[in-house]
Every structure is written in C-alpha cells, then in structure tokens.
T-cell receptor
Framework: AQSVTQLGSHVSVSEGALVLLRCNYS??????LFWYVQYPNQGLQLLLK??????LVKGINGFEAEFKKSETSFHLTKPSAHMSDAAEYFC???????????FGTGTQLKVEL | DVKVTQSSRYLVKRTGEKVFLECVQD?????MFWYRQDPGLGLRLIYF???????EKGDIPEGYSVSREKKERFSLILESASTNQTSMYLC??????????????FGPGTRLTVT
C-alpha cells in the first residue's frame, strides 16, 4: 500500500529564510510524487511533480523538491520565503490503478516578518 | 488551462436533507474524484469515476453516493445529511494520458455545514 507522511503539521519561518517541508513516502511501485499548495478558501494547485528522470524537480513560485529513493523522501524547499508563500502544502503519491493519489495530512506554512 | 468548477462555495443544510454537490470540468478528462478535507486529516477520497457511468468507492464512501451521466459532470450525493458530514468537499479531475498521468486538477471546494 502507498502512504505519505508529512512531518510537522505547522512550520513557521521568517521572511527571507529557507523553507523546508518534509515528506516521506511508502510505495510498492515506482513512486510518482506530487506537491500541492492550498491558499485559504481555495482548491489545491499543483506545485511540482516527480515521475521519472531527474531527481531534482523545479516547480512554480521558486519551489523545488528532490526525490531521494534511499531515504524514501521528497522534501519541498524554497531558498527564500515570501509572505505570499503562507498556505497549506500537501504531499501526495500515486496509488495503484485509476490514477488515484494518496495525500499526506498537510503542513501549514506560516511566514513571519 | 483546466478549469474545474463546483456548484456552490458555501452550503448550509439541515440534518436529514438530501444534498447534491455538482462538479464540472472542461478539459475532457476521463477521471473525476470527490474528496473531503478535514483539519489534521488531509484529503480523503470518497468516490472516483474513470468513465461515464463508472464509479468506484474510495476510502470513506459511507453515507455518500455519486453520479456521472456525462463525461464533464460528477455529482456527489448525501442521501441524508448528518452533522458529521460537515466538511470541505473538493472535486478533482485528471487525464489518463501518459504525459499528465496522475496529475489532478482541483475545484475551489464547497464548504458544507450540516445543522
């Protein structure tokens, strides 16, 4: 079975500081991994995804994530946080057939001045 | 751009009422999904559909049913709403195509309150 664990339900950083949101996965098949962002009162928006190939994946808004098979991790980073990055972030892994995804429980990112 | 729309952003219903949540996508996607989102629990799959009139149960189907009569439209039905179904409901769609496999596009959500 596939599963996702997001460490830290709340993360707080200062504006301009490094953002690091952690995601570990479990998958019995080669993983397809995703990060989504949800701004208040909105649906989820795809930030980036890893399917095959290059393990460092760049996404929108300056975010990137690195697939590390040996660590079963797909952590999301951004070198310099901006106030507009405050949102909830979800990691997801593909789940068997039917194009389904299994989502983590989410990490709320707070950016402080 | 893919657009997924949901019929209501906010909905208030009484216990026992039958509730319909509608979702429409405009990108000819084969797959459509209904999730509920609760604080600390993330997104949980209620039902999904991979073709017209086809549906499969997700992780938490109890108390819900779905209907997909047309490719672009996927409806979630609460036969008899209960207070524990108060939640945010998110609809999503995806293509079966290889390039965008598993990539889901979400609607803005419907916040349902059952009193």
């Amino acid at each position: 079975a596939q599963s996702v664990t997001q460490l830290g339900s709340h993360v707080s950083v200062s504006e301009g500081a490094l953002v690091l949101l952690r995601c570990n996965y479990s998958s019995s098949v080669p993983p397809y991994l995703f990060w989504y962002v949800q701004y208040p009162n909105q649906g989820l928006q795809l930030l980036l995804k890893y399917t095959t190939g290059a393990t460092l994946v760049k996404g929108i808004n300056g975010f990137e994530a690195e697939f590390k098979k040996s660590e079963t991790s797909f952590h999301l980073t951004k070198p310099s946080a901006h106030m507009s990055d405050a949102a909830e972030y979800f990691c997801a892994v593909r789940t068997g057939g039917g194009n389904k995804l299994t989502f983590g429980t989410g990490t709320q990112l707070k950016v402080e001045l | 751009d893919v657009k997924v729309t949901q019929s209501s952003r906010y909905l208030v219903k009484r216990t026992g009422e039958k509730v319909f949540l509608e979702c429409v996508q405009d990108m000819d996607h084969e797959n459509m999904f209904w999730y509920r989102q609760d604080p600390g629990l993330g997104l949980r799959l209620i039902y999904f559909s991979y073709d017209v009139k086809m549906k499969e149960k997700g992780d938490i189907p109890e108390g819900y049913s779905v209907s997909r009569e047309k490719k672009e439209r996927f409806s979630l039905i609460l036969e008899s709403a209960s207070t524990n179904q108060t939640s945010m409901y998110l609809c999503a769609s995806s293509s079966t195509g290889t390039r965008s496999a598993y990539e889901q596009y979400f609607g803005p959500g419907t916040r349902l309150t059952v009193t």
